[in-house]
Nanobody, 122 residues
Framework: QVQLVESGGGLVQAGGSLRLSCTAS????????MGWFLQAPGKFREFVSA????????YYAGSVKGRFNCTRDNAKNTVYLQMNNLKPEDTAVYYC???????????????WGQGTQVTVSS
């Protein structure tokens, strides 16, 4: 399994921006597709974004398309989620995920980070 550590969460006002980072270790990073999910209190974990191994393709949930941008730096073993024009409804714990076999919009990925809290105030 690859180990994942997220960072970059915090408190921001509506309309602001944050950049989340997720650094991987333990396996060859470029062998893994990477994803981001969020989980709000009392709700299921939801798909946010994903990126292919090379970074050539990205996928987004409709609610974040045009506001969030997922990129990766395979030399740094890191995937990023740039979040712009944040809204209070974006408030959640954000999780990084990795999988060597698939990209899925369901939380069925093989490896997960511990999560980082994002809070957007109105």
């Amino acid at each position: 399994q690859v180990q994942l550590v997220e960072s970059g969460g915090g408190l921001v006002q509506a309309g602001g921006s944050l950049r989340l980072s997720c650094t991987a270790s333990g396996r060859t990073f470029s062998n893994y597709a990477m994803g981001w999910f969020l989980q709000a209190p009392g709700k299921f974990r939801e798909f946010v974004s994903a990126i292919t191994r090379s970074g050539s393709s990205t996928y987004y949930a409709g609610s974040v398309k045009g506001r969030f941008n997922c990129t990766r730096d395979n030399a740094k073993n890191t995937v990023y989620l740039q979040m712009n024009n944040l809204k209070p409804e974006d408030t959640a714990v954000y999780y990084c995920a990795a999988d060597a076999e698939k990209i899925a919009r369901t939380p069925t990925w093989s490896s997960w980070g511990q999560g980082t809290q994002v809070t957007v105030s109105s």
